[in-house]
């Protein structure tokens, strides 16, 4: 069945769409504390739901495949945060962030490091797990 083999991003990317739109509405009309009860209602959702799917493929050279490709949109998307940490830096040398205060710039620099540090440990660990020996990749959720 074909519907099977993209359900799994189906179901992100329905349940994040649907909870960035619940959270819009609700923002709007001024309910400021119910978007936090909708997001983490969206990451309970689909860390029910995904476990329950089936997996898209069997195949070690598939698997594997897949795992490389994951591995370099994971690379990429940290090269992404490198360039909006970049050009934060130029923001915050150029005066832009005046009105925000000290512990504001600091929480936001440090959760772009950490962006940036997770997307490259995620690439490694996705290319380690391609580079794993046949059959040893059971579990690459």
């Avoid at 689909?46 to 070690?60: F, G, M, N, S």
């Avoid at 949109?73 to 040398?93: D, E, H, N, P, Q």
């Avoid at 832009?96 to 929480?107: N, T």
């Avoid at 660990?125 to 794993?132: F, L, V």
Wanted: proline letters at 6%; glycine letters at 8%.
């Amino acid at each position: 069945m074909q519907l099977l083999r993209h359900s799994r991003i189906l179901v992100l990317l329905s349940v994040s769409f649907t909870c960035v739109a619940l959270n819009l509405w609700l923002i709007t009309t001024r309910h400021y504390r119910l978007p936090l009860a909708v997001f983490v209602g969206a990451i309970v959702l689909i860390v029910v739901i995904l476990p329950k799917l089936p997996p898209p493929t069997r195949e070690p050279k598939d698997i594997n495949k897949n795992l490389l490709r994951a591995s370099a949109s994971v690379r990429r998307l940290g090269f992404l945060y490198i360039f909006g940490f970049a050009m934060t830096l130029v923001g915050l040398l150029t005066g832009e962030f005046k009105e925000f205060p000290v512990w504001g710039i600091v929480l936001m620099f440090a959760w772009g490091g950490f962006l940036i540090w997770a997307c490259f440990r995620g690439a490694r660990w996705y290319r380690e797990k391609a580079a794993a020996p046949q059959g040893t990749h059971e579990d690459t959720r």
